[in-house]
Each structure stands twice: as structure tokens, then as C-alpha cells.
């Protein structure tokens, strides 16, 4: 493509979109972009790479007419910006479609798929490879902290990216990782999400099984054996595999995990373990971050590096300096000794995690849990049971409401009475609250020294994120 061009990205501001942007101004390209409204952490990577972004969305954003345009997925028919691209004739694509025509062809691509998991892991992977000297490419959907970024173009032979099963834009409704044609595929979960697109676990499952039938023979996948204490089988991550037609390794604690997990240790500050390869010990890995799922996502990033001939020491240097992902486990305030820690929650399974890491990470705090429903599945009814299971794990639980609730049909919408009636059911009681400013204002003042605070959204939440600690200091000054 000719980088005189003029690219402009309708929905910039989305993680992706906004990673593109910058792969495009890096190769030279044009950029521009709009979107609704800007939060970091991505409005500040847009500002730092001096990409423009006009907000709100509005046709004069499209002129001097552009030469391409982006359209992000979140963007529907009757936005502003499509309506006068399609009126116009402008040329228009999707963000997938442009990745690969721009970025992956010629490069062995290793991609990060599964419902859970997927941005860490691929950060992970990247992180390997780049310790190794090998400098690959990577997209991934969130600020890597080892690198500052979302996205690096590197001189290797290598593309790392994470596969998003979300759909593509208005216009291709197919899963975004379908246009990524793999080399290699770690598979690190199925499970039911995305129920604005997906009806039911079943279409979930054809979406990955396609996936899966795309990798070539020569090529591999490394997928999930099961977590200790769990049954091995996923059953919908087997009717997933059973579609490759290339070799499958598996990693886990289950009894047929190739790359199989044991000696586990989650103490305060410190997580190690051991992985086997068959009955043997093969490597001793450990670092920084808490959670037993972080370590699920370590052993499939290890075990994806050694095939491809990164040595075992390498892998666990990298491993042992990998720091995190923004909006993961991020520490964002401590006051007066209570830890304000950020996490983009989005589905019941993975705030089960985040509690359970929490737990492991500061012994014997008390834990609240503020959640934001504001994902497509959080802000649906039909996972309502498991959330309020996932919940029960804290001490304190504190729940807004749902999040733009008039955009979920009242049939499908998230309950919030019958969440806490629920929550109860668990032996915890969950307190109602309408936003962001009535939180703070109520729990604040019952915090106390040692409190570990999880913020579980993946969206701004109005700001809760400065609101809270501000108030703490406010406290904390008065007395």
C-alpha cells in the first residue's frame, strides 16, 4: 500500500484499533481517527504517538476525503462516520482484513485464542521472544509493561497476536482470528462469552473449531489440560480440537497434559512452579505475578517457545523479569494502607481468578469486590448464577448498575436484585449501588488499613479509578 496514504480508524480508541493506528504511523502511513470518547489507558498511547483523534464522531472528521478507512467493530450502521463513508464511496475496510493484507503476510504467525487469558499470554510469548533476540512483530490487546506498548513491528520472522473471537465489523460478522491464518494456535479455554453475538455456547464453539481447522499440518497447537482440583476435560474444548489436523500438545495440571504443572507455590510477592515433560522435570520457572491461571498462561507461553527452539533458561529469564499487562492485577493506588488494584472483569470465570489470585497475594485481607457490569455477557442475565458464585468469593461486594442497560433487550438483561439475592444464597450479602460517585461516598469511609480493593471493569467506570483513592486521602487527612 502506498504510505502517502491517508488511513483514518472510526472507533480508534478501542485497544486494537488504537494498536493499528500506530503500526500504520510507524510504517508511515497518514493516521487519523475518532471515536466517541477517549479513556486511558489508550487515549494516552494515541496522544504519546501525536495521533489525532476527534471526538465525537462527525463527517468533517472524514475530510480532506481520506484515502482508506478503518471501521472498528463496535461501530454500527447510523454512526455519523459509516454513513457518510458508504454515501461517498470511500474505501473502507475492516481492522483484521487490513492486519493481514499490511502486516502478516510472509511472517510465521502465532496466535493467542480462548476465551480467558489471551492478553496475558500473548504479552508473555512476546516478551520470550523478544528476550531471545528474536524481535518478533506483536499485536496484543492491552499496554505490555515490559514494552510500553500494545504492539511492536520487529525485523524477526516471527508475528505474535492475540485471536479475539468477537466479530470482525458491521459488514463481516465472522470472528476477527479467521483473516489471522495461523502457523500456531495456543488454545487456552472455551467457554460461553460474547452473548451479544454468540447465541449460545454451541455457535462459541464452531467459532474455535474454525479456528482450529485453519492451522496447517506443519503447524501446532497448545491447548489447556485442566487446573488442579478441576476435572481435566473440557468437553467443549475437546469437540475444538478434534477438528486439528495438526499435533496437539496439552498443558496443565490434568493427567494428560504434555507440559504438566506441578510444585506450585502462590505465597505473597513470589509465584513458582515446576513443568514436567512426561514423568520428568523439565524446567523450574517463577516470577512476579500472582494467580494460578497466570501460571496456566505461562506454561502454554513456555511451551510454544520451546518448539520453537528457544531454549528452556531463556524462557524462564524471560518469565522470571515479565512484569504484567495494564488493567491486569494493576496496583493503582495504595492509601493508608489499603491497595486499590485495577482489573479488566468481563466475564464470571475470569473474576473467580482475579478473587482467588487476590487471595493467594495478600493473606488474610479483607477483599472487596466493585463490579461494573459493562460487558456484553456481564451486562446479560445468562451467566447471572456463575457471577454471583464468582462474587461470593470476597469479603465485601459491591455492585453498580448495569452498565448502558437500556441497549440489552429487558428479556436478557442482567437482574441486579436477583444477583444479590443470589450473592446471598452464597452466604454473602452484595450492596446496590448506582455508580461510580455513590460507591466511593459510601465505602470509602468503611475502609481500613489493610483492605485490598478490586476494581472489576472493562470499561472507565466513571472515573472510579481516581474517585476512590481521592477520597481515601480525603479521609485519611480529616483524622
Not at 485442566?226 to 480440537?241: I, V
Not at 479509578?465 to 481521592?470: G, I, N, R, S, V
Amino acid at each position: 500500500m502506498d504510505v502517502a496514504k491517508h488511513i483514518h480508524l472510526i472507533g480508534i480508541c478501542g485497544t486494537a484499533m488504537a494498536s493499528l493506528a500506530g503500526m500504520l504511523n510507524q510504517r508511515g502511513f497518514r493516521v487519523t481517527g475518532s471515536d466517541a470518547a477517549a479513556y486511558p489507558p489508550m487515549s494516552d498511547f494515541l496522544r504519546d504517538l501525536n495521533i489525532p483523534v476527534s471526538q465525537p464522531f462527525d463527517a468533517r472528521n472524514l475530510e480532506p476525503r481520506t484515502d482508506l478507512v478503518v471501521v472498528g467493530n463496535a461501530i454500527s450502521r447510523g454512526n455519523v462516520e459509516v454513513e457518510h463513508v458508504l454515501d461517498q464511496r470511500i474505501p473502507f475496510c475492516s481492522l483484521p482484513q487490513l492486519l493481514h493484507d499490511e502486516f502478516l503476510c510472509g511472517k510465521e504467525v502465532l496466535v493467542v485464542a480462548g476465551t480467558h487469558g489471551k492478553t496475558t499470554t500473548t504479552s508473555m510469548l512476546a516478551w520470550i521472544f523478544y528476550s531471545a533476540g528474536l524481535d518478533p512483530s506483536f499485536l496484543i490487546g492491552g499496554i505490555a509493561e515490559n514494552f510500553g506498548s500494545s504492539f511492536h513491528l520487529g525485523q524477526g520472522k516471527h508475528f505474535i497476536l492475540e485471536g479475539d473471537e468477537y466479530d470482525t465489523a458491521f459488514f463481516d460478522k465472522g470472528p476477527k482470528f479467521l483473516h489471522y491464518f495461523p502457523d500456531a494456535v495456543i488454545l487456552t479455554s472455551v467457554e460461553f462469552d460474547h452473548a451479544d453475538i454468540y447465541k449460545d455456547l454451541d455457535a462459541v464453539e464452531t467459532a474455535f473449531k474454525r479456528l482450529v481447522n485453519l492451522v496447517p499440518r506443519r503447524g501446532r497447537i497448545v491447548a489447556f489440560d485442566g487446573a488442579f482440583g478441576e476435572a481435566p476435560e473440557s468437553p467443549s474444548l475437546e469437540r475444538c480440537l478434534a477438528k486439528a489436523f495438526c499435533p496437539v500438545e496439552r498443558y496443565g495440571a490434568g493427567p494428560r497434559a504434555n507440559w504438566r504443572i506441578s510444585n506450585l507455590h502462590l505465597d505473597p510477592g513470589h509465584t513458582r512452579w515446576t513443568v514436567l515433560r512426561g514423568d520428568a522435570p523439565w524446567a523450574e520457572f517463577d516470577f512476579a505475578l500472582p494467580g494460578e491461571y497466570n501460571v496456566w498462561n505461562a506454561t502454554a507461553a513456555a511451551a510454544l517457545a520451546a518448539g520453537y527452539g528457544i531454549p528452556k533458561d531463556a524462557i524462564a529469564s524471560a518469565l522470571q523479569t515479565f512484569k504484567s499487562v495494564k488493567r491486569r492485577l494493576e496496583v493503582r493506588a495504595q492509601v493508608n494502607g489499603i491497595t486499590v488494584i485495577d482489573d479488566f472483569a468481563h466475564h464470571p470465570t475470569a473474576i473467580a481468578g482475579t478473587v482467588k489470585a487476590l487471595r493467594a497475594r495478600y493473606p488474610g485481607a479483607r477483599l472487596w469486590a466493585i463490579l461494573e457490569p459493562r460487558s456484553n455477557t456481564l451486562r446479560r442475565r445468562v451467566l447471572q448464577n456463575e457471577l454471583a458464585r464468582s462474587l461470593a468469593l470476597a469479603d465485601e461486594i459491591v455492585v453498580a448498575n448495569v452498565f448502558r442497560s437500556e441497549a440489552v433487550p429487558e428479556s436478557e438483561r442482567m437482574q441486579l436484585p436477583e444477583l444479590a439475592a443470589a450473592i446471598r444464597r452464597h452466604g454473602k450479602q452484595a450492596r446496590l449501588l448506582a455508580d461510580a460517585d455513590a460507591i466511593v461516598q459510601a465505602v470509602a469511609p468503611e475502609m481500613r488499613s489493610g483492605d485490598v480493593v478490586a476494581i472489576l471493569s472493562n470499561g472507565g467506570f466513571g472515573g472510579i479509578y481516581e474517585k476512590l483513592p481521592a477520597r481515601l486521602k480525603q479521609l485519611a487527612g480529616s483524622k
